[in-house]
């Protein structure tokens, strides 16, 4: 079957959820947690910004640098391996959603460790374009969505009322009990749309 992936990133980790249609039913076919970082105890590489926040400028780019290709890295094998379980079970992957938040300043380095919430901002962006980046390098046909437009661009996309759609996320966690909190339920809807946009 057709199937789409939805995917919202958190710092040094994403909630995938791949959703297909059988019989004009949505079902769940995979659900997880995904890992965007090399090594879970390398608890710097979740905030590499932060991480690099006292050190000095050539230290703190460096720090910074290899917390970006480790979460790019981590991001591609990730999707990879997404790509082939859906292959490896007869499912062509018909896109795949992204939930992304505002666009960021083009800051160097040096601006964005010079003010703390712009840390904040670089390391929501950067889990976010990984995923992105990540889809682009599987080919996979790409929707990018606002995270806070998420229930607008649902239902203009979907053209159902907000309240049918609800159900529906509910019934798709009925169906594959927890964990299905806001997360799952934001990636679902994502996959939702991407599906619907093949």
Not at 136 to 156: D, M, N, R, Y
Request: proline residues 4%.
């Amino acid at each position: 079957m057709n199937v789409a992936f939805g995917l919202k990133a958190h710092s040094g980790w994403a909630a995938l959820v791949v959703v297909g249609q059988r019989g004009g039913e949505l079902c769940v076919i995979d659900r997880r947690r995904i890992s965007l970082i090399e090594d879970e105890r390398a608890l710097w590489a979740k905030q590499p910004y932060h991480a690099a926040e006292h050190l000095q400028p050539a230290a703190a780019r460096d720090v910074v640098k290899r917390g970006v290709e480790a979460a790019r890295r981590s991001a591609l094998r990730e999707m990879r391996e997404a790509v082939k379980r859906a292959r490896d079970e007869d499912h062509e992957v018909a896109g795949c959603a992204v939930l992304v938040g505002a666009p960021m300043p083009d800051w160097s380095v040096d601006e964005i460790l010079a003010v703390h919430f712009r840390m904040h901002k670089a390391e929501g962006v950067l889990f976010r374009d990984v995923l992105v980046r990540a889809a682009k390098a599987c080919s996979l046909k790409l929707v990018e969505i606002g995270e806070k437009q998420l229930t607008e661009h649902a239902e203009e996309a979907l053209r159902i009322p907000m309240g049918s759609v609800t159900k529906q996320i509910a019934t798709l966690g009925e169906s594959v009990g927890p964990p299905w909190g806001k997360d799952q339920k934001d990636a679902a809807l994502a996959a939702m749309v991407a599906l619907r946009a093949r």
